[in-house]
């Protein structure tokens, strides 16, 4: 068993022995670092060999020539030395024969050195990234700008939707205890067995409401039309082109219970909007009137009616009132025997009458802006709510008279046949060409035939037509 002064021994001259190993292998990189890729380098040491001994031998010299000549005979051997040194011997240029015209970039004074580029490494270049390759933020700003747009679009999505039902909710609680009590059914979705009646959310800013089992009419539909507010673009051309919440009360009603007559009670911006876009409006009762001076209403509402004897009994003195208290609620009254929904284009012409319906139809703004909450906003609008009711019933007793009966019945009259004429020319081209492409069809047939025969017949038969056809018509004219 060794002893400690043992182990402290042997310890030492590890220590020394790995020191002057890890020396050795610093020096070794180092003087690797230091020598270059040179094929002649082995040379090289011969070279510097060279010059050291050279560099020794002048210095012999040096001593030599600092040692003074002490005899006649140095002086005579110093003498000749400085001769021979005197003396330089000259070679014969092995190059002179050379035509310096005859090979390019050759210098005849020029010395040979040796080239110095051959020993370098090759030069390593790094390429300069562009700008917009750098990482830096600046480098991202759009990027940016989009994912900030997405991030708002989104909140006010979820924001927005959750608002909208908020207000569905509210008014739907607000007036289902009356609605319960006029109608008996209340919140019918079309099925059969109807599970969980109320609100139907038609997209993220409509919701329905059907209401059937009354007396009067076949069905209501309630419509809340609300602001687009989970569209942030939608929210955004809302402040250049502000517009409210709605509800549109669409009263569906039976044949028997209401007389024909056309008249729309609006304000003048929605006037002219349905004089343009409404097929019974345009067609019936397209002269706008004022009616501050016969029924007292504010001055921005107009009225439009076929007959004057409906409009002065269905707008009586409870209606007048109403719109009176709350003339920024009512948007527009109208009540019509020939809805057919909006105009058609004279593109899409329909070839037959259009199919139209008894309706009533109510258009109330909820007034949530100017601070007001939900709430309030639907108290507010709940007389409005209430006078659907109230029409339903006026009209359902109401009758024309004989007069104004034959009048509308006579407007109506005149209405189908303008349309008749005007589809008259559509409908006989249609006929001309069902006419032709029936010829066209026997004609492929017969000359698909072999006989001759019934070829000749057949053409016979046709100039006969022509012929006819290219006659002037005579009139007989009994005397």
Request: aromatic share 8%.
């Amino acid at each position: 068993m060794s002893s400690p002064v043992d182990r402290s021994h042997w310890l030492t001259i590890f220590a020394l022995t790995l020191l002057f190993v890890s020396y050795n292998i610093a020096n070794a990189g180092i003087n690797h670092l230091d020598i270059e890729d040179n094929e002649f380098a082995e040379f090289e040491d011969f070279d510097v060999e060279d010059v050291v001994g050279g560099v020794a031998s002048d210095q012999k010299n040096v001593v030599h020539d600092h040692e003074e000549p002490s005899t006649p005979e140095q002086y005579k051997e110093a003498a000749i030395a400085d001769e021979d040194e005197a003396t330089v011997e000259t070679e014969d240029n092995e190059f002179e024969h050379v035509d310096e015209d005859e090979y390019e970039g050759y210098e005849k004074d020029s010395t040979s050195k040796p080239d110095l580029k051959l020993n370098e490494g090759p030069k390593i270049t790094f390429a300069q990234l562009p700008a917009h390759l750098r990482s830096n933020w600046e480098s991202y700003y759009l990027e940016l700008m989009i994912l900030a747009g997405l991030v708002l679009y989104f909140f006010n999505f979820f924001l927005g939707r959750s608002k909208n039902q908020r207000i569905a909710e509210t008014w739907y609680s607000a007036f289902k205890g009356p609605l319960l009590e006029k109608f008996a059914l209340v919140g019918d979705d079309g099925k059969l067995e109807n599970s969980q009646p109320g609100l139907m959310k038609e997209s993220e800013n409509v919701y329905l409401l059907w209401c059937s089992g009354r007396t009067g009419c076949e069905a209501v539909l309630f419509e809340l039309r609300l602001l687009k507010r989970q569209d942030l673009v939608a929210m955004v051309m809302n402040l250049f082109r502000p517009q409210q919440d709605q509800v549109h009360v669409k009263v569906f009603m039976n044949d028997s219970d209401m007389d024909t007559f056309v008249m729309c009670l609006a304000a003048k911006k929605t006037a002219n909007r349905f004089v343009r876009e409404m097929a019974d409006i345009s067609v019936y009762c397209p002269e706008k009137k004022s009616a501050v001076d016969k029924f007292g209403l504010p001055a921005n509402f107009v009225l439009m009616s076929e007959i004057g004897e409906a409009s002065s009994t269905l707008l009586d003195v409870r209606v007048c009132s109403l719109i009176n208290n709350i003339p920024e609620v009512i948007e527009s009254i109208h009540f019509s025997d020939q809805y057919s929904g909006p105009k058609q284009t004279e593109d899409t012409a329909p070839s037959k009458m259009p199919e139209v319906k008894k309706m009533l139809i109510f258009n109330f703004n909820l007034p949530l802006k100017n601070g007001k909450s939900i709430v309030e906003a639907v108290e507010i609008i709940r007389p409005a709510i209430m006078l659907t009711f109230h029409c339903i019933d006026r009209v359902k007793r109401f009758r024309l008279s004989k007069e104004f009966k034959a009048k509308a019945e006579k407007n109506r009259q005149k209405v189908e046949e303008a349309f008749l004429k005007s589809t008259h020319a559509a409908r006989a081209e249609a006929a001309a060409a069902r006419r032709e492409e029936k010829r066209r069809l026997e004609k492929e047939k017969i000359l698909q035939d072999d006989d001759p025969e019934k070829q000749r017949k057949w053409e016979e038969k046709e100039n006969k037509r022509l012929a006819k056809k290219r006659m002037p018509k005579m009139k007989a004219i009994k005397v």
